[in-house]
């Protein structure tokens, strides 16, 4: 089993206000896309504003383009902050399950700050160069 971070900035993507009302969101996933599969734990990390893990959950569909998804209507374009062009429908997008919110230190939330006194993950990518999406 593998363990992904996906980051989402809320800045372009109103992150809270989806997980927070639907089980369920749809991820670009452009890499690893042979290395994705059903059963693999998800952590989404909200960048740029109040930076940490905030939700919780799992791979139910593997990487497909956009277009062969299960569930278009959970794309919520309304949720875009920043103007979006139409999607590329040859995008790869990866189904999750969303398991467990918590959108802020009090609901649980791991905070940067907090992952970068861990010994475990201070070294990892997502706090020393948190860019791009993806991460294993």
Not at 44 to 72: N, Y
Not at 73 to 90: A, I, P, Y
């Amino acid at each position: 089993m593998n363990y992904w971070i996906y980051q989402g900035n809320p800045k372009v993507y109103d992150i809270d206000s989806y997980i927070a009302t639907h089980p369920y969101i749809y991820w670009n996933s452009p890499k690893h896309i042979d290395e994705v599969k059903l059963g693999d734990t998800v952590f989404l990390w909200r960048s740029r504003i109040d930076t940490g893990l905030i939700a919780i959950g799992k791979i139910v569909e593997k990487p497909i383009a956009l277009k062969l998804i299960k569930h278009p209507e959970l794309l919520r374009d309304d949720f875009w902050v920043m103007d979006k062009s139409t999607s590329d429908q040859d995008e790869i997008k990866v189904g999750i399950e969303i398991i467990e919110t918590r959108l802020s230190e009090s609901d649980g939330m791991l905070t940067r700050n907090r992952l970068k006194n861990d010994p475990i993950i201070n070294n990892h990518r997502i706090i020393t160069n948190p860019t791009g999406t993806g991460h294993c």
